[in-house]
């Protein structure tokens, strides 16, 4: 019999069609006319983990989407790993800028392009494919393993995080793996040890009970969308900084040492902003870019609606106005208080001449990872026998709310070990997974398995 990293070799050519099959499926959480296709792709998921010999694979009914669970428990003695990851995709709207259709995963140059492709399909799939290598080559699993897939992440998580504090027993293990992030370089293979958490919310600003003429009405009416501007402007500052009363009181200060470790981070600026295509970086000055990008919390207006913005001039004052925003969160800021720190700063600065509701679209903790834990020597063995490099560490300023909920309910730590690249256009039209990093993700996330089980 083949070892696991020769059987994941000979069979690249199947896992990859496979994975093309899975991209298939539009499976966009937000979007009602998907939810069949949500379903579909748990249903798929369900089949496939059953296929390679998981037991008790089922799909766990939820309020929203559902989640998928499957297990092999057979390693009396060895640990247990809960492996993370999300079925649902983003969804891929604007269509005209994508140069092949985003349900049509379509191979170019070393590029598998499709929605879905890195965050998260192609991630999860990996480790799907990796418990497969084992348990053919093998006959069994070097440690055992639970997996748990959600179909909720890119709308916040909501029915995983309600189903965590409650099935504690179902959940537990001794660490959680997650591949839902990106590597540096593609020859650079990277633990992320921190996450941002984030709060989501929407502002809604009622002012007359109509539409009003602003030549007749004007000076005399305040008007909703000049009052949203003033409430925007006294968000935050121009540097950066966050103007509600109380925001930064808990967020836990860099010390010497992290700070030390970011600045050895291998960021190329030039490049990163290239990426962007801004005419210059931004942000708190006081902060390295590398800082600021994962290690501080922020504050983003994500979309306004409101006022007339069709053809032609139309002067009037708008009755309604809205805005939905974020706040991306850094240890140890609670979503909860945030919140309600938001609630009491707009109580202040909103006028009484415009009314006001303010909708709480879900919230996630940040996490800082145990880079003491075992799990992650022998991810570090993984990456060093895969890729011939030791792992970096670093911090990233997006957020997967499960991780942090892991720690808090379940005092579990997370590796996430992620094998995205920056430049794959997640969320954005034209995603793409580097399908190298496929493959090499299943043999990194063999090795991970194997050594992780074999310590003491
Ligand atoms: N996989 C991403 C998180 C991520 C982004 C990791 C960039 C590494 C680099 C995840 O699917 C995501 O998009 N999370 C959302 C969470 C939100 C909807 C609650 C995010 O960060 O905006
Ligand atoms: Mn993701
Ligand atoms: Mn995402």
Redesign the pocket.
């Known amino acids: 019999m083949p070892n696991p990293i020769s059987y994941a070799q000979n069979n690249r050519e199947r896992h990859l069609a496979e994975l093309i099959e899975f991209l298939r499926i539009p499976s966009v959480s937000t979007q009602p006319e998907h939810q069949a296709d949500v379903q579909r792709a748990a249903e798929w998921l369900v089949e496939s983990l059953t296929a390679i010999g998981l037991e008790n694979t089922h799909l766990i009914p939820t309020a929203g989407h559902p989640l998928v669970y499957a297990d092999w428990l057979h390693a009396p003695g060895a640990p247990t790993v809960l492996i993370y990851g999300?079925y649902d995709v983003?969804p891929a709207e604007p269509f005209d800028l994508w140069h092949s259709p985003p349900f049509a995963p379509t191979i170019r140059d070393d590029y598998l392009y499709a929605r879905g492709a890195s965050?998260?399909k192609g991630q999860v799939y990996a480790h799907v494919k990796a418990v497969e290598a084992l348990l053919k080559s093998d006959g069994r699993l070097p440690l055992n393993v639970k997996f748990i897939i959600e179909g909720e992440?890119?709308?916040?998580?909501p029915s995983l995080s309600a189903f965590i504090p409650q099935q504690k027993e179902l959940l537990a293990a001794d660490v959680a793996l997650v591949s839902?992030?990106?590597m540096v370089s593609p020859a650079q293979p990277s633990i992320?040890y921190g996450?941002r958490g984030?709060c989501?919310v929407m502002l809604d600003i009622y002012g007359p009970q109509r539409d009003l003429h602003s030549g007749t009405f004007g000076g005399g009416v305040d008007n909703p969308l000049n009052v949203l501007g003033h409430v925007i402007a006294r968000l935050k500052d121009e540097n950066g900084r966050v103007l509600i009363p109380g925001f930064y009181d808990r967020v836990r200060p860099l010390t010497d040492e992290e700070r030390h470790l970011l600045a050895q981070y291998p960021f190329d600026e030039a490049n990163w902003l290239a990426e962007t295509g801004a005419p210059q970086p931004w942000g708190e000055p006081e902060f390295s870019l590398v800082e600021r990008l994962g290690a501080r919390p922020t504050l983003d207006v994500h979309g306004i609606i409101g006022g007339y913005t069709g053809p032609g001039g139309k002067t009037v004052l708008p009755a309604h106005v809205h805005a939905k925003f974020s706040m991306r969160l850094v240890p140890d800021q609670e979503p909860a208080e945030i919140q309600s720190l938001l609630e009491k700063y707009l109580a202040d600065i909103l006028p009484p001449t415009v009314t006001y509701e303010l909708h709480w679209r879900?919230g996630?903790p940040a996490s800082i990872s145990d880079l003491h834990h075992p799990a992650m020597a022998a991810a570090r063995k993984a990456c060093q026998e895969t890729y011939g490099r030791d792992p970096i560490f670093m911090r990233?300023?997006?957020?997967?709310?499960v991780v942090g909920e892991f720690q808090t309910y379940l005092g579990l730590e997370t590796v996430l070990l992620?094998f995205?690249l920056v430049s794959d256009q997640?969320?954005a039209p034209n995603e793409r997974f580097y399908l190298p990093n496929y493959f090499h993700g299943i043999e990194a996330s063999i090795r991970f398995f194997q050594s992780y089980g074999e310590r003491d």
Request: net charge negative; no cysteine.
């Open positions: 999300h983003q965050d998260d992440e890119e709308m916040g998580g839902d992030t990106a992320v996450l984030m989501y879900g996630a990233e300023g997006g957020s997967i709310p992620g995205g997640i969320h």
